[in-house]
Structures are given as C-alpha cells and as structure tokens.
C-alpha cells in the first residue's frame, strides 16, 4: 500500500494538521499520535480434525474521557495499521458526539465467506478468551463492524459472561434483540447520517426534496442511506454501486428493485438505467454524494472533479486528506466520517446505558434521543469553524470536528493528570 494511503499515517497527519491548527501541547500531541494499548492475539480453532490459527487484534487507542469503544472486524486483509487508524477514529467519533467513552477497535485476519457457522463460533469464543481480561463494561466494549454481526456479538457476550461468571449484557453492543440489544440499531448509522444531512442541507439552504444523490455501496450503510434518504426526504437517488460496479438513471432508481437485484448477486444487474463505474459515481453531476462503501475513493486524482455540494461520509475514511483540501477548496461541503457515521455508536452507548440500567426504550426514544446528540454534534464543528473564520483563518469542517474532539481528550488528558 502507498505510504500516502496508509490508513494510520492518514489518521496521524489529520491529527497533525489539526494539532497545529489548534497550537495543542507537544506532550497531549505526543500520546494522542499513538494507541495507550495495542494488543496482537493467535487465536488456535479445532474443528473435525482440522486445525488453523487466526490473528487478532485489538487496538484500545485512548481512554481517557471513559471505556474504549469500536467494533471488531473480520478481513482477510486486515491489518494493525488499519486497525490503529480506527481506533484513532473512534476516539475522536466519541469526543466529538461527547458521549462518556474512548477509542478501541479490533480485528482478526480471516475470511469469513470460506468459515461455515461452527469454525466462526469456536474462532468468536476464541478472540473473547484470548481479550477476556482486557476487556469489560467498565474497560472496552466492542461491536460489530465489517463482516461481523449480532449473532457473533451473541457468542461473545456470552463467552465473556462464561468467563466471569455472570450474564454480562453491557460487554457488547450491536447484540440482538433477544438478549437486550437496542432497539433502532439495525439502521442507526445510516439515520445518524440523515440528521446530519438534514442541518448541512439547511446550512447551504438545499431543498433535500428537490435534491439528486449518488450512493457508493449497497451494504448495511449505504442501503439503508437509500431508504432513508427516499423515506425522510424524498429525494431522488439517481445512481448507486457495490464493489462490481454501479447504475446509473436520470429518472431515480427504485429500492425495491434494487434490493432484489442485489440478492441474487449484484445490483449492475439493475434492469434499467446505464452502467456506470465505481469511479464514475464519485463524479456524477449530483447535489449529494454518500461514499457509503470502503476506504480512499476520493483522492488527488479524481476530488477535482466531484460536482456534488454535499459530501456525506457515511464509509470510513473514503476521502483522503490532499482530496480533503481540493474539495475544501472547491467550496464543496465535505462532512466528515467521523461526524456522519457517528449514529451507530451513539445508539451503541444507548444500548450499554440500557444494559446497565436495565431499563429499555422504544425506537422512537432512542431516534429523538439520537437526532438530539448528532444535531448537537454538527452544530459544535460548524461553531468551530465560525470560531476560526472570526480569528480569519478558514478550517475545513473534517479539520473542525478534530478541534473540537482533540480538545475534549486533551482537556480530560489534562485534569487526570497524563501530561
Ligand atoms: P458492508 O460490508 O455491509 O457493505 C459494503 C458495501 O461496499 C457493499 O455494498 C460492497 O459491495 C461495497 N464495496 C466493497 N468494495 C467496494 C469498492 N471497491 N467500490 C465500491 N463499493 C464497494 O459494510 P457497511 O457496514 O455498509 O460499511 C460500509 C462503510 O461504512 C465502511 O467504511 C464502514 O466502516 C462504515 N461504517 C459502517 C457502520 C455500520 O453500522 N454498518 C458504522 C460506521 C461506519
């Protein structure tokens, strides 16, 4: 991988960039450039005579204003540096939102599309057993992110429970609902996602009914965006992708179809509209563009020619930091991951505030209660960004969001002590 795409160097030059900015103190910049805790496990699975070892990690990046936070990740192509760099993202994800947490993430090297359901038990126990002591409700509480889901969060809580002897809900998060998850979990980044466009929208005076949008990724995020931006807004979505390639119609694309296309493999084979390349989405003459799929999509080579006004990083990590300043440049509005995506944590903390409690709420609790934390999360980085306009400096709203984050872990890094 080029140096230059490297996710945890990313990660570090957007803190850089930030720090700088923001005059941060040399020893808070120092430990905010690299995880607390950084912990690499070989996890041994047996099954019908068969044996293999799986590596894992987890990456517990600050915890400073409460426990770690971030999903575990199942991919082949995993890697620490990876792993590092959204453990960076979740610290600044929960600052930002200004819920009571840190930043972890995790990960194991495998391909679960080659494991059948008993091998992804025994290799889900086996990542808990391994972590079981470093992680807790009170010290790290992981959840689902790429290829995992609720039924592996279901086997970990209960292999952690195992382990210290008592049903332990709040370990985990993203569970089902039969063993306490939260309602309005399923869908709750991408809705995350629609709060934030509804006040950018409002910001740049766009009337999301009249408004032409173009998704990357079919997945968990960028299906339910498509909903969601068609049921909340209204909007036309003209074009979306998945990692074959994507289409393209003038006159609006139909969900139901499209989910149905997709189940029998790939959306390309959408029978209406034109074919169009992954690349060619990014530059659609649209108002709204959601990358909704993986990491490095806009970059140098292709941000100047993104027409879109809005772009609302659903996916992590899709714009990288010399495609950040071209769109900046070009007065494009670019809202960052970490603001856009932050849905699903937030509903994660509900989901822990309720096992702790014991108390649960309705889904219609649990979306006031988001629009409520995400609105305020907006509203902080646009502030940010007046502050500096006022001190005639021009931050981009990704450089913003850090102000505002950085300040927050530095500040609880201060009063504790650590510098
Ligand atoms: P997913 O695996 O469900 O979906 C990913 C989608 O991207 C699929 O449609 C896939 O076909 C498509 N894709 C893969 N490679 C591609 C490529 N090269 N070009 C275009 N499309 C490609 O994953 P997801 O959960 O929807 O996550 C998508 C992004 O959103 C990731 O960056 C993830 O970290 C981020 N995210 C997701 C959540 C969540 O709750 N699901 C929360 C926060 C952030």
Redesign the pocket.
């Known amino acids: 991988m080029p140096e230059e795409l490297n996710p945890f160097k990313i990660s570090q030059q957007q803190l850089d960039n930030a720090a700088e900015i923001m005059k941060l103190d040399r020893v808070a910049h120092k430990i905010l450039r690299e995880p607390v805790r950084t912990l690499i496990v070989n996890i041994p699975v047996k099954t019908n005579g068969s044996a293999e070892v799986f590596t894992g990690f987890r990456v517990q990046y600050n915890d400073a204003r409460g426990p770690g936070k971030g999903?575990i990740r199942y991919h082949p192509k995993e890697s620490l540096d990876t792993v590092k760099a959204?453990a960076a993202w979740m610290t600044w994800k929960t600052a930002l939102a200004n819920i009571p947490y840190g930043g972890a993430k995790g990960g194991v090297i495998c391909n679960p599309k080659e494991l059948n359901d008993t091998t992804l038990e025994i290799l889900s126990r086996g990542y808990i057993r391994a972590l079981g002591r470093f992680i807790g409700p009170k010290t790290d509480i992981p959840a689902?992110?790429?290829?995992t889901n609720p039924q592996i969060m279901a086997w970990m809580m209960d292999e952690y429970s195992r382990l210290v002897g008592h049903d332990e809900f709040g370990v985990i998060t993203g569970k089902p609902l039969d063993i306490w998850g939260s309602e309005g979990r399923f869908d709750?980044?991408a809705m995350g996602g629609m709060y934030v466009l509804r006040e950018s929208a409002k910001e740049l005076d766009i009337d999301l009914r009249n408004a032409t949008v173009a998704i990357?990724?079919?997945?968990?995020?960028?299906?339910f965006a498509f909903e969601l931006v068609k049921k909340l807004f209204g909007s036309k979505i003209v074009a979306v992708?998945?990692?074959?390639g994507g289409v393209y119609s003038g006159e609006g694309l139909d969900y139901e179809k499209l989910v149905r296309t997709k189940k029998n493999g790939s959306i390309t084979a959408y029978e209406k509209g034109e074919k169009i390349s992954?690349k060619e989405l990014l530059t659609e003459d649209v108002d709204i563009l959601i990358p909704?799929?993986?990491?490095n999509?806009i970059t140098k080579s292709n941000a100047d020619n993104v027409k879109a006004k809005i772009v609302l990083e659903?996916?992590?990590?899709?714009v990288t930091p010399d495609a950040d300043k071209i769109l900046f440049e070009k007065g494009i509005l670019d809202l960052p991951?970490f603001l856009v995506?932050a849905g699903?944590v937030i509903v994660s903390y509900f989901e822990w505030v309720q096992n702790t409690g014991n108390y649960y709420w309705s889904e219609e609790d649990v979306y006031k209660r988001l629009d409520s934390i995400i609105t305020k999360s907006f509203i902080d980085v646009m502030s940010m960004q007046q502050k500096y306009s006022a001190m005639r400096k021009k931050i981009s709203p990704r450089t913003a969001a850090y102000i505002v984050a950085v300040e927050r872990v530095a500040k609880a890094m201060k009063v504790r002590g650590w510098y």
Do not use: H, K, M, R
């Open positions: 999903g959204l689902p992110d790429v290829y709750s980044t990357q990724g079919f997945g968990n995020a960028g299906n992708s998945d990692s074959i992954n909704a799929a993986i990491e999509q659903l996916a992590n990590g899709p991951d995506n699903g």
